[in-house]
């Protein structure tokens, strides 16, 4: 009795699905395990055929309208099998439809020049990217100079532009596209997608191959940098040759099986004559049946007899079909709207309210079961903890240790149940810049925080595995003992039943085998020769992608001289050149425990309270302002003001240049200044806060004024010393003992040394004012008949 795919679709139930399209929304009926992405990809699939996608049922009429085109008796039942998922019409691999033998004495060149093109294509997306790049730092020279334009566009008076277009040029530009980025015209482009070339079918002599024959190894270098199929046999490379011509079907083994329950085969059968049918309606001489998911389906029923399982599932399909099919179809798109995928540990579903989540997967969670394996573990083992609690190498007591608190452990464990990578929940904004510099020590959080926080790497792979699993179960300690191969190299596995099925197939396995990214011709040559002695019908080598990132830690070269040493020797002409200096654009790093000083005081009767942080030697690096009972807006602006010049500071800007932009500015409060020793009258508020620091840092004394008597808002006076002997000041005033702990001793004080006294009240005062040709200072002073200095005592004879 035929199967009835066409009951079982009609009770199938469909709720209505709105899919976003580009720009619009679709409204599509379909079985409720379908996914987004396989509606998606059916809808692609409709459109690609010509069928329009609009209202009512979009799906089903173009499913029904594609299958009547195929056969008309047999159409309902080929539209049913389309619902039901069971099946999806497909594209063969792209081959050449030539057979190209390697023993022809043009096949080296063809080779060679097809290598070229294909190595030409895949750069050209990359070469085109880094010419735009470089025409816009061309423009961008230009637009970010200062000064007139006749000089900012002149290679020869900008250097950033010289070197901009130097290498411009150097990445392919014309010096014609390089004057049009100076003038201002834009070099923006879009790399044209690259379809994949067809796959190269060769024929070669086995023995040759085998031997290492220079045929292997220009077979080994097309593999590598074209795509190349190696067959051995006339028949295999004639019928993987005719498959690009024939037409092709994905079956879905899983689906088949949740339908039609143990009695699969038969359904199979019914199901492979249909499609037999549908195929050769247009007098194909070949066609493809692809058994999708059948892993899957091997892992559900139980692996362990998979190899004769797969040859009795193979056998089936074959007896159905009038024509000895090609049972090999790796169309990824197809492969899409079936809702399969190469077997993997990790499987990509989409719950019922529309989110996408990951999974252990369903056939390997199925068979782990089955053979008393722990389901929990393998999830933990593959998913992780999401947790920091009892982690090996890094957990909360030795983050603890490194400063972090509970805010910060909280706001890591959150992150944990987001990330991917263990270093993505130690990044802003999971933690905070300020927290990083401040508490940890690190001015910028650039990379993994916890290498530079001292953990060991050992240390945080395992926290890694321990809080964010790993990606297959390769290592899982608790597999059980019958699938701990089949869970260490799930592609093995899945290889080896295409091995299987590759034996009743009309063409051979065109499916590639992935080599390191970094193998070379000679290695490649090895592995052909293996395949040659192994007795398989066909190889396809290809290398696998090269790990992200960057491979290569460059740096710029230094400038050397060995191209000017052997230049004849120039007289030399003395003339005025401008020098341009680069300054170190990193920032300075103040110490954890700084020095400096607090200084209060009052503008206007407006309370200002300035903190200073000093380096090691003594240098201004930060200060701070706080402002007595002002609003919020102004302290705030003041706040931020002071973390500006802060920053200046620590990048290396001078405080001369913020002590000459802020003095004398003129704004309220201002006038009279008190509790300040040096400066009793400001413009402003900036007016004190830069006089100060120019006063105290810089000794710009000039800044002073110490008689506010004769002073308002708008002058500056002379001040007026202090009359009495000098007296030592205790050095406790000006060293912090908290700063020093305890390091200073009490005793000490500050001499005022430098400095001239005043000579005694009982010495009379000279008349006039002579300087000292001793010192310098105007105390020389008549005694007698003779002149005596009362700053160095000095006696000089004076004469006229």
Known sequence: MRFPFASHAAALPRPAR???????????????????AQIEAWLDWAEAEGFAVGDGDPLAEAMAGWAAGLSGSDALELTATLLLGLAAPARSARVTPNVLTLSDPGAGERLAAEGARRRAGRRAAGAVEALATALASVSDAVSRCEGPRADCADPASNPALARAALAARRSG???????????????DSVPLPLSPPPVIVALADRAMIASGAPDALMAAEAALEGDLLLTFEPDDAESAAGSARAPAVLLSLPALRAISGPAVEHALGDLVRLWSRALSADRASSFAIGLGGLADLILKEGPDDAASRTAQLAGTVTAACDVAPSLFVDDVEASLRLGLGPLAAIDICQTGDGEVVRRLNPALSTAIRRAGGDIDSAERHLFGRRTLLDAPGVDHAALRAKGFTDIELEAVEIALTQVDALADAFRAPVLDAGFVRDVLGIEAAEGDLLPQLGFADDAVSLTQAWALGEPDLAGWTEAPEALKQILADPAAFEAGLRTVVEQVSA?????????????TAIQAARLLGDAAREGRRAIRLQRAAPPAGPLLSLTEPEETTRQRRWEPETRAVERVVEKVIERDRTRRKLPDRRKGYIQKAAVGGHKVYIHTGEYEDGELGEIFIDMHKEGAAFRSLMNNFAIAISIGLQYGVPLDEFVDAFVFTRFEPAGRVTGNDSIRSATSILDYIFRELGVSYLDRSELANADADGLNADGLGAGKADDGELETVPAARFISKGFARGAAPDNLVVLPFGQSRVAPATVPAATEAVACPACGDFTLQQRGAGWTCDACGAAPSMQG
């Not at 590639?512 to 193998?519: A, F, I, N, Q, S």
């Open 18 to 36: 709105q899919i976003e399209r580009c720009g619009r929304v679709v409204s599509v009926r379909a079985p409720e395990g379908w996914t987004d």
């Open 173 to 187: 530009a014309s010096d014609a596209d390089i004057l049009r980025a100076i003038a201002g015209e834009r070099f």
């Open 507 to 519: 063409a051979p396995d065109a499916a590639p085998t992935l080599v390191d990214w970094r193998t």
